[in-house]
């Protein structure tokens, strides 16, 4: 059974880089196409980007400026970088999997658990 | 963009009850229409995509309707562990991106 575990500092000071990795065990990164979302503390869910296996990408327009997502096929690790944070970039943030195999389907089948970042000096 | 609008907000209900959620979407997506199961402290869990369609292991008490612009979430016998927040989602395909609803609160009297 596929399962996904995000992982990254917890803290992170204002103007800095958030980096996060989401660690895939127990199935395939290959043909999939993998989604970073993220959710403030009381809010609802906010999809970030995606990344397909052959390093295809695209992010939400209100984040694309400082966005970036980065698959490692070898290790089975998919990161998300987001520069020049501020206190509205805390959040849970999430990694899943379309369910679409090399097409995708619209719809996320597989979740990580979340890892919580705090922004703050 | 396309926006998805749930309503309402939060729902209380008790044991038993038929409850229904509603999404609407500012533009046409056909069936494209999925729907989130998001328990407290937990990470979403996929109940219905593509409109009506059960995922996998959900309950049968659970089932979603509509088309175009216009889409239900119904739980016809609410349970406890039913307690959550629920969200709708689209997705455009070129170029691949997804939308999230706010979600509405259910909680059981």
């Known amino acids: 059974q596929v399962q996904l575990q995000e992982s990254g500092p917890g803290l992170v000071k204002p103007s800095e880089t958030l980096s996060l990795t989401c660690t895939v065990s127990?199935?395939?990164?290959?043909?999939?196409?993998w989604s970073w979302i993220r959710q403030p503390p009381g809010k609802g869910l906010e999809w970030i980007g995606y990344?397909?296996?052959?390093?295809?990408?695209n992010f939400s327009p209100s984040l694309k400026s400082r966005v970036s997502i980065s698959i490692d096929t070898s290790k089975k690790q998919i990161s998300l970088k987001l520069t020049s944070v501020t206190a509205a970039d805390t959040a849970v943030y999430y990694c899943?999997?379309?369910?679409?195999?090399?097409?995708?389907?619209?719809?996320?089948?597989?979740w990580g658990l979340g890892t919580t970042v705090t922004v703050s000096s | 963009d396309i926006q998805l609008t749930q309503s309402p907000s939060s729902l209380s209900a008790s044991v038993g009850d038929r409850v229904t959620f509603t999404c609407q979407a500012t533009?046409?997506?056909?069936?494209?229409l999925n729907w989130y199961q998001q328990k407290p402290g937990r990470a979403p869990k996929l109940l219905i995509y593509?409109?009506?369609n059960l995922e996998a292991g959900v309950p049968s008490r659970f089932s979603g309707t509509g088309s175009g612009t216009d889409f239900t979430l119904t739980i016809s016998d609410v349970q406890p562990e039913d307690i959550a927040t629920y969200f709708c989602?689209?997705?455009?395909?070129?170029?691949?991106?997804?939308?999230f609803g706010q979600g509405t609160k259910l909680e059981i009297k």
């Open positions: 899943a999997r379309d369910s679409g195999i090399t097409a995708a389907l619209g719809y996320m089948d597989v």
């Open positions: 127990g199935g395939s990164v290959t043909a999939y196409y």
């Open positions: 990344i397909f296996h052959s390093g295809t990408t």
């Open positions: 533009q046409d997506i056909n069936n494209f």
């Open positions: 989602q689209q997705y455009d395909n070129v170029p691949l991106m997804y939308t």
């Open positions: 593509d409109a009506s």
